[in-house]
């Protein structure tokens, strides 16, 4: 069976509107894409932010008429004032489940450790495998700057350390490091969803729940970490600099992350009042500041 498929690139704030109109003509499903690779940062819970360019994909059975689908969606978006560009084409029906799963792969983060969607076997069973699906909270190991983090975590010496994830997320460096032979860990973030996905992703990695404590910022009550990581923005990073460091042991390591290029030296030089800061370290459009607390 083949599909059409109809694609509108049209502003953030149009999205919706395009989207129920699709349904209301007939699409069998609805996606929304990135067509201009622009990053989507951390959302506040409650947010579903789009990109500011969005791709409204729609797919319909191939009863319809293209050329018609084409039309109505154009004389809507004219009639609405909606930007649009518009192309289609026909589609070859195929396992849309598993071309999605086949998108992600085990990682590679340092010497030992891989990250590993469930449905995939281990490169190799005697390094550290953390199992991680792609879910509701931020972080799977294949954004730079999370990519960075656990790579930095690799290297540590982290037998029987303490670890504070600030801005936790899926708990992803929290339950690494666990994973790499901390002793025990805690997670902070503004998100209950994350806290949720932090508790699923360490049964699942068949990590002893009390290991690691997790909280809302508002119920942290202060730790002395050997290592704390934050991998959130630049701005709050800035914010939390005196949370950050009352909470990271002396001689304790620290990694930054979330902070583009441009924004590296103001993170840097708040930090480096209370951190022996190394050279920043860059991915792509990101940085990845580290240290160890004075």
């Not at 509701?136 to 290297?155: E, I, K, M, R, V």
């Not at 709050?236 to 990694?255: C, D």
Request: hydrophobic fraction near 40%.
């Amino acid at each position: 069976m083949s599909w059409l498929q109809i694609k509108i690139t049209t502003q953030a704030e149009s999205a919706e509107a395009l989207e129920d109109f699709l349904l209301e003509i007939g699409a069998s499903s609805i996606t929304l894409e990135d067509p201009e690779d622009q990053p989507i940062y951390e959302p506040l819970p409650g947010e579903t932010p789009l990109w500011k360019s969005t791709r409204v994909v729609g797919l319909f059975t191939e009863d319809f008429a293209i050329d018609h689908i084409v039309k109505e969606v154009q004389a809507f978006a004219n009639q609405q004032q909606i930007p649009n560009e518009i192309t289609s084409e026909t589609v070859e029906d195929q396992d849309w489940e598993r071309a999605w799963m086949d998108d992600f792969k085990p990682i590679q983060c340092g010497e030992r450790l891989w990250i590993c969607p469930s449905w995939h076997e281990p490169p190799n069973k005697n390094d550290v495998n953390m199992i991680l699906d792609p879910g509701l909270a931020f972080g799977t190991g294949t954004h730079p700057t999370t990519f960075q983090c656990l790579q930095y975590l690799d290297g540590l010496p982290l037998t029987n350390a303490k670890v504070l994830d600030y801005g936790c997320g899926s708990g992803i460096l929290a339950i690494a490091a666990l994973l790499l032979g901390a002793q025990d860990a805690i997670g902070v973030d503004i998100d209950p969803q994350a806290l949720i996905a932090t508790t699923n992703n360490m049964e699942r990695n068949s990590l002893e729940r009390n290991r690691i404590e997790l909280f809302l910022p508002e119920e942290f009550q202060g730790c002395q970490a050997d290592v704390t990581v934050a991998n959130i923005l630049a701005g709050p990073l800035v914010e939390l600099a005196p949370v950050i460091s009352s909470n990271t042991k002396s001689g304790g390591y620290l990694a930054l992350s979330g902070i583009l290029s441009d924004q590296a030296n103001e993170v840097y030089e708040t930090y480096s009042q209370y951190f022996d800061l190394n050279p920043i370290q860059q991915k792509e459009d990101w940085v990845l500041i580290t240290g160890k607390k004075k």
